[in-house]
């Protein structure tokens, strides 16, 4: 049996590691002048691998991912991780990284197994097409391909410069797949506010939401960065592809940064304080609640000025000033695009794939994995735990057949 695996990138390089260490005969065509370039990116150059969190309710098909995670989830992976000699280290909110901290030290060690299983990797080579006659004819620019089993591992429309821009879902297409519409995820938010200079660089610990025509549509907690050009931090990025996804259909879309999250029993207590300390101005008294950048913007928003005293305030400012404590609106202006994304929603349709084996139900042995799919995962690790995962089951797959 042949494999040839198309796309060099986490989930390719892991299915075709498995197989060659199965014994497989099997390639990697690469379109890229080197394999695993997004995963230098991943985790900020940290390379977050997975998450101790780790559920499948963290992915938009739960039911889907099911399958794949039951086989090998994320202490599965990084007992894995082991083997390739890369030791993991658990940091703040559950997410495993490599001891190293360095995306670099996991590419170098995935490279070296690649090596050393002889596995050969052909770079700068797009695939144009894929035919199935008996076998499968993979065309590039150059040569030309034969093959049993092809695994589609291209990835999805994010970060393009590192060769994932979607141009590969053409070949599956060709070949009867659907795909789902694409919209970057897991990116930072676009607002508009004339406060954006002035509060970049603060961050919150709060929850943001997203509201389309005054309904709210979901919402997520935790430590929130402005920006000079809105807002960025891990709740943000998760709440990100329902920006693109509600685009066009509602007519205001709007985030609520809420800077007292799990504080809103000090409502009554803030407003006591106010009447007790008439004496202070209002920017000595939010400097005991706020970032000190912040205290402009409120000042504003209550109509009053930083310096003016807690007892000039009337009772409809006092209240106000609580209320946007608790809800703070910005106008969504939209995301940073693919270009800043960390992963596409949206991908080939899954109802294509089985998801016992990541094996398309419209071409038999034809192998999909990895963000390829219409499968996307929280920020945390997750969709590099996805890449592994949704490997192992396609490549045990392969091995039953």
């Known amino acids: 049996m042949k494999v040839a695996v198309v796309g060099g990138g986490i989930s390719g390089c892991f299915a075709a590691i498995a197989l060659k260490r199965g014994g497989v005969d099997v390639e990697i065509i690469e379109r890229k002048d080197r394999i695993l370039k997004k995963m230098l990116a991943t985790g900020n150059g940290r390379c977050n691998l997975t998450n101790v969190k780790f559920s499948k309710n963290c992915y938009n098909h739960p039911d889907f991912v099911e399958r794949a995670f039951d086989l090998n989830d994320n202490y599965d992976f990084i007992n894995y991780l082991k083997t390739l000699g890369i030791l993991t280290v658990e940091e703040e909110l559950g997410r495993i990284y490599p001891v190293s901290l ?16 002889q596995i050969p990797v052909h770079l700068s080579s797009p695939v144009i097409s894929i035919e199935k006659k008996k076998k499968f004819e993979l065309r590039t620019n150059e040569e030309i391909f034969h093959c049993d089993v092809v695994i589609f591992a291209c990835g999805g429309s994010s970060a393009p410069k590192f060769g994932t821009d979607g141009k590969s879902y053409r070949l ?10 694409l919209h970057p995820a897991l990116t930072q938010i676009k607002l508009n506010s004339k406060y954006l200079k002035q509060l970049s660089g603060v961050k919150v610990q709060g929850e943001i939401a997203l509201f389309c025509d005054d309904e709210k549509t979901v919402c997520d907690f935790g430590e929130i960065l402005f920006t000079d050009y809105g807002v960025s931090g891990p709740p943000v990025l998760n709440l990100s592809k329902h920006v693109n996804l509600y685009k066009g259909r509602k007519h205001i879309e709007m985030p609520i940064v809420n800077m007292l999250k799990g504080k809103e029993t000090m409502q009554e207590e803030i407003i006591s304080q106010m009447y007790m300390l008439d004496y202070f101005s209002l920017e000595r008294f939010l400097m005991g609640i706020i970032d000190k950048k912040l205290i402009n913007y409120v000042a504003d928003m209550v109509e009053a000025n930083k310096e003016d005293t807690l007892s000039s305030l009337d009772d409809f400012q006092r209240r106000k000033l609580v209320e946007i404590l608790l809800k703070s609106s910005f106008e969504v202006m939209g995301t940073r695009g693919f270009d800043n994304s960390h992963v596409t929603s949206g991908g080939i349709d899954i109802s294509q794939i089985d998801e016992k084996t990541m094996e398309s139900r419209i071409i038999k042995d034809l192998y999909v994995i990895g ?3 219409d499968v996307d995962g929280e920020c945390g690790g997750y969709n590099i735990q996805w ?4 490997a192992m089951l396609c490549v045990k797959g392969i091995f039953e057949k």
């Open 387 to 390: 890449a592994f995962s949704s």
């Open 371 to 373: 963000e390829a799919l």
């Open 172 to 181: 599956l297409e060709d070949l009867g797949h659907r795909v789902k519409d």
């Open 102 to 117: 360095k995306a670099q030290s996991v590419v170098n060690l995935l490279l070296k197994e690649i090596e050393h299983l």
